[in-house]
Protein backbone atom coordinates (compact mmCIF):
# COMPACT_ATOMS: atom_id res chain seq x y z
CA UNK A 1 0.00 0.00 0.00
CA UNK A 2 1.59 3.42 -0.81
CA UNK A 3 1.97 6.05 2.02
CA UNK A 4 -0.64 8.60 2.72
CA UNK A 5 -3.59 6.36 0.78
CA UNK A 6 -6.82 4.81 2.25
CA UNK A 7 -7.66 1.44 1.78
CA UNK A 8 -11.08 1.46 0.13
CA UNK A 9 -13.89 -1.67 0.30
CA UNK A 10 -15.66 -2.71 -2.66
CA UNK A 11 -18.96 -4.31 -2.07
CA UNK A 12 -20.59 -6.13 -5.34
CA UNK A 13 -23.77 -5.27 -5.96
CA UNK A 14 -26.44 -7.29 -4.01
CA UNK A 15 -27.77 -10.15 -6.64
CA UNK A 16 -31.99 -9.26 -6.82
CA UNK A 17 -33.60 -12.13 -5.88
CA UNK A 18 -37.22 -13.01 -7.81
CA UNK A 19 -39.90 -12.61 -5.11
CA UNK A 20 -41.26 -15.83 -3.69
CA UNK A 21 -44.93 -16.35 -3.36
CA UNK A 22 -46.26 -18.19 -0.40
CA UNK A 23 -48.77 -20.76 -2.11
CA UNK A 24 -51.86 -18.87 -0.65
CA UNK A 25 -50.78 -16.19 -2.27
CA UNK A 26 -50.15 -18.01 -5.97
CA UNK A 27 -52.98 -18.42 -8.10
CA UNK A 28 -55.00 -21.42 -9.01
CA UNK A 29 -54.54 -22.65 -12.74
CA UNK A 30 -58.49 -22.44 -12.84
CA UNK A 31 -58.50 -18.43 -12.13
CA UNK A 32 -57.98 -16.10 -14.87
CA UNK A 33 -57.18 -12.43 -14.86
CA UNK A 34 -57.87 -9.80 -17.13
CA UNK A 35 -55.47 -7.01 -16.77
CA UNK A 36 -56.46 -3.32 -17.77
CA UNK A 37 -55.62 -2.89 -21.56
CA UNK A 38 -57.89 -1.22 -24.13
CA UNK A 39 -60.29 -2.50 -27.33
CA UNK A 40 -60.92 -1.16 -30.31
CA UNK A 41 -64.37 -0.83 -30.87
CA UNK A 42 -63.81 -2.37 -34.25
CA UNK A 43 -62.69 -5.75 -32.49
CA UNK A 44 -66.10 -6.16 -30.20
CA UNK A 45 -67.10 -9.15 -28.82
CA UNK A 46 -70.39 -10.36 -27.51
CA UNK A 47 -69.62 -10.85 -23.93
CA UNK A 48 -66.35 -8.92 -23.96
CA UNK A 49 -66.17 -6.69 -20.56
CA UNK A 50 -65.22 -3.04 -20.75
CA UNK A 51 -64.70 -0.66 -18.55
CA UNK A 52 -66.38 3.25 -18.82
CA UNK A 53 -66.62 6.15 -16.84
CA UNK A 54 -64.92 3.46 -13.77
CA UNK A 55 -68.26 0.64 -14.15
CA UNK A 56 -67.63 -2.09 -15.83
CA UNK A 57 -70.11 -2.55 -18.64
CA UNK A 58 -70.72 -6.15 -20.76
CA UNK A 59 -71.14 -6.37 -24.74
CA UNK A 60 -74.64 -7.29 -25.06
CA UNK A 61 -75.08 -6.86 -29.03
CA UNK A 62 -73.27 -4.43 -31.44
CA UNK A 63 -73.58 -3.57 -35.00
CA UNK A 64 -71.23 -1.58 -37.07
CA UNK A 65 -72.60 0.72 -39.63
CA UNK A 66 -71.07 2.48 -42.68
CA UNK A 67 -73.42 5.36 -43.42
CA UNK A 68 -73.26 6.39 -46.94
CA UNK A 69 -72.19 9.98 -45.71
CA UNK A 70 -70.25 10.29 -42.65
CA UNK A 71 -67.96 8.51 -40.85
CA UNK A 72 -68.71 5.07 -39.67
CA UNK A 73 -69.58 4.11 -35.76
CA UNK A 74 -70.94 1.47 -33.65
CA UNK A 75 -74.01 0.57 -31.99
CA UNK A 76 -74.07 -1.31 -29.00
CA UNK A 77 -75.65 -2.46 -26.15
CA UNK A 78 -74.10 -2.84 -22.87
CA UNK A 79 -74.81 -4.04 -19.37
CA UNK A 80 -73.75 -2.53 -16.67
CA UNK A 81 -72.71 -5.86 -14.33
CA UNK A 82 -72.77 -3.31 -11.03
CA UNK A 83 -76.49 -2.66 -11.70
CA UNK A 84 -78.05 -4.66 -13.92
CA UNK A 85 -79.21 -2.19 -16.33
CA UNK A 86 -78.84 -2.29 -20.34
CA UNK A 87 -78.27 0.75 -22.12
CA UNK A 88 -77.49 1.62 -25.86
CA UNK A 89 -74.28 3.22 -26.69
CA UNK A 90 -73.12 4.67 -29.80
CA UNK A 91 -68.99 4.37 -30.60
CA UNK A 92 -66.97 6.35 -33.32
CA UNK A 93 -65.21 3.18 -35.21
CA UNK A 94 -62.40 2.28 -34.34
CA UNK A 95 -62.38 4.41 -30.93
CA UNK A 96 -60.74 2.79 -28.26
CA UNK A 97 -62.26 1.72 -25.23
CA UNK A 98 -60.59 0.04 -21.83
CA UNK A 99 -61.19 -3.08 -20.81
CA UNK A 100 -62.27 -3.88 -17.08
CA UNK A 101 -59.76 -5.57 -15.39
CA UNK A 102 -61.78 -8.79 -13.77
CA UNK A 103 -60.98 -11.78 -12.61
CA UNK A 104 -62.77 -15.31 -13.62
CA UNK A 105 -62.71 -18.53 -11.08
CA UNK A 106 -64.76 -21.77 -10.75
CA UNK A 107 -68.07 -21.68 -9.09
CA UNK A 108 -70.91 -24.38 -8.43
CA UNK A 109 -74.72 -22.90 -8.26
CA UNK A 110 -75.80 -24.82 -4.84
CA UNK A 111 -79.44 -23.39 -4.48
CA UNK A 112 -81.96 -20.58 -5.25
CA UNK A 113 -82.81 -18.69 -2.53
CA UNK A 114 -86.10 -16.82 -3.82
CA UNK A 115 -84.89 -14.72 -6.48
CA UNK A 116 -80.89 -15.38 -5.22
CA UNK A 117 -78.89 -17.36 -6.11
CA UNK A 118 -76.03 -19.16 -3.82
CA UNK A 119 -72.66 -20.01 -5.51
CA UNK A 120 -69.91 -21.56 -3.66
CA UNK A 121 -66.58 -20.72 -4.82
CA UNK A 122 -64.75 -24.19 -5.81
CA UNK A 123 -61.70 -22.84 -4.57
CA UNK A 124 -61.71 -20.73 -1.17
CA UNK A 125 -65.60 -22.37 -0.31
CA UNK A 126 -66.82 -19.02 0.06
CA UNK A 127 -70.29 -18.44 -0.79
CA UNK A 128 -71.82 -15.67 -2.82
CA UNK A 129 -75.56 -15.14 -3.18
CA UNK A 130 -76.74 -12.80 -6.66
CA UNK A 131 -79.77 -11.80 -7.29
CA UNK A 132 -81.12 -13.76 -10.37
CA UNK A 133 -80.62 -12.05 -13.96
CA UNK A 134 -80.38 -13.37 -17.11
CA UNK A 135 -77.11 -16.29 -16.55
CA UNK A 136 -79.91 -18.00 -14.21
CA UNK A 137 -81.85 -19.44 -16.78
CA UNK A 138 -80.03 -22.16 -17.67
CA UNK A 139 -78.71 -22.94 -14.36
CA UNK A 140 -79.55 -25.92 -12.08
CA UNK A 141 -78.40 -26.98 -9.26
CA UNK A 142 -75.12 -28.03 -8.83
CA UNK A 143 -73.60 -26.55 -12.34
CA UNK A 144 -69.97 -25.60 -12.06
CA UNK A 145 -69.66 -22.23 -13.90
CA UNK A 146 -67.27 -19.12 -13.81
CA UNK A 147 -67.92 -16.71 -11.42
CA UNK A 148 -66.49 -12.58 -12.64
CA UNK A 149 -65.38 -10.66 -9.75
CA UNK A 150 -64.41 -6.62 -9.99
CA UNK A 151 -62.55 -5.24 -7.36
CA UNK A 152 -62.31 -8.45 -5.44
CA UNK A 153 -66.50 -8.82 -5.49
CA UNK A 154 -68.75 -10.96 -7.43
CA UNK A 155 -70.50 -8.90 -10.06
CA UNK A 156 -71.69 -11.39 -12.56
CA UNK A 157 -71.57 -15.28 -13.62
CA UNK A 158 -70.69 -16.87 -16.76
CA UNK A 159 -72.78 -20.49 -17.28
CA UNK A 160 -71.13 -23.17 -19.41
CA UNK A 161 -71.28 -22.55 -23.20
CA UNK A 162 -73.39 -25.98 -23.50
CA UNK A 163 -75.45 -27.33 -21.68
CA UNK A 164 -77.65 -30.27 -21.79
CA UNK A 165 -81.18 -29.53 -20.64
CA UNK A 166 -84.80 -31.78 -20.44
CA UNK A 167 -87.82 -30.51 -22.54
CA UNK A 168 -90.26 -30.36 -19.56
CA UNK A 169 -93.22 -28.52 -21.73
CA UNK A 170 -93.55 -27.76 -26.06
CA UNK A 171 -96.68 -28.32 -28.41
CA UNK A 172 -96.99 -32.28 -30.17
CA UNK A 173 -95.26 -32.49 -33.07
CA UNK A 174 -97.08 -33.24 -36.44
CA UNK A 175 -96.76 -36.14 -37.73
CA UNK A 176 -94.28 -36.99 -40.37
CA UNK A 177 -92.42 -34.22 -39.00
CA UNK A 178 -88.31 -36.10 -39.39
CA UNK A 179 -84.80 -34.56 -38.21
CA UNK A 180 -84.71 -33.33 -41.32
CA UNK A 181 -87.57 -31.63 -41.48
CA UNK A 182 -87.85 -27.94 -41.20
CA UNK A 183 -89.71 -25.74 -38.54
CA UNK A 184 -89.73 -24.79 -35.18
CA UNK A 185 -91.74 -24.47 -32.08
CA UNK A 186 -90.87 -22.82 -28.56
CA UNK A 187 -89.50 -25.48 -26.09
CA UNK A 188 -89.93 -24.97 -22.06
CA UNK A 189 -86.51 -26.49 -20.45
CA UNK A 190 -86.04 -27.79 -16.94
CA UNK A 191 -84.70 -24.49 -16.19
CA UNK A 192 -88.03 -22.33 -17.25
CA UNK A 193 -86.44 -21.23 -19.72
CA UNK A 194 -87.78 -20.97 -23.39
CA UNK A 195 -85.92 -21.82 -26.66
CA UNK A 196 -86.68 -22.29 -30.01
CA UNK A 197 -86.41 -26.61 -31.10
CA UNK A 198 -87.55 -28.39 -34.57
CA UNK A 199 -90.93 -29.54 -34.74
CA UNK A 200 -90.07 -33.62 -33.78
CA UNK A 201 -88.50 -32.36 -30.78
CA UNK A 202 -91.31 -33.79 -27.58
CA UNK A 203 -91.50 -33.26 -23.95
CA UNK A 204 -89.28 -35.94 -22.12
CA UNK A 205 -86.40 -35.35 -24.49
CA UNK A 206 -83.00 -33.82 -23.31
CA UNK A 207 -81.25 -31.38 -25.54
CA UNK A 208 -78.34 -29.48 -26.00
CA UNK A 209 -78.29 -26.03 -26.23
CA UNK A 210 -75.71 -22.81 -26.59
CA UNK A 211 -75.91 -20.61 -23.79
CA UNK A 212 -74.19 -18.28 -25.84
CA UNK A 213 -76.79 -18.08 -28.27
CA UNK A 214 -79.77 -19.12 -26.91
CA UNK A 215 -79.83 -21.62 -29.93
CA UNK A 216 -80.74 -25.44 -30.27
CA UNK A 217 -77.60 -27.52 -31.02
CA UNK A 218 -79.23 -31.36 -31.48
CA UNK A 219 -80.62 -34.32 -29.07
CA UNK A 220 -78.37 -35.21 -26.06
CA UNK A 221 -76.10 -38.06 -26.59
CA UNK A 222 -76.17 -39.83 -23.15
Known sequence: MLAGTRSV???APATR???VLRPSQQLSRRTVVVRAATVSTNDFKNGMTVELDGVPFKVV????VKPGKGAAFVRSKLKNLLTGNTNERTF????QLGLAEVMRRDGQFTYAEGDNYVFMDTE???ETRLPRDDWAKYLKEGTTCTLVFYNGKVISVEPPAFMEL???ETPPGVKGNTASGGGSKPATLETGAIISVPL???AGEAIKIDTRSDTY????KE
Request: without cysteine; glycine residues 8%.
Open 61 to 64: EFLH
Open 200 to 202: FIE
Open 217 to 220: IGRS
Open 9 to 11: RVT
Open 92 to 95: RAGE
Open 124 to 126: SYE
Open 17 to 19: QAA
Open 166 to 168: LVT
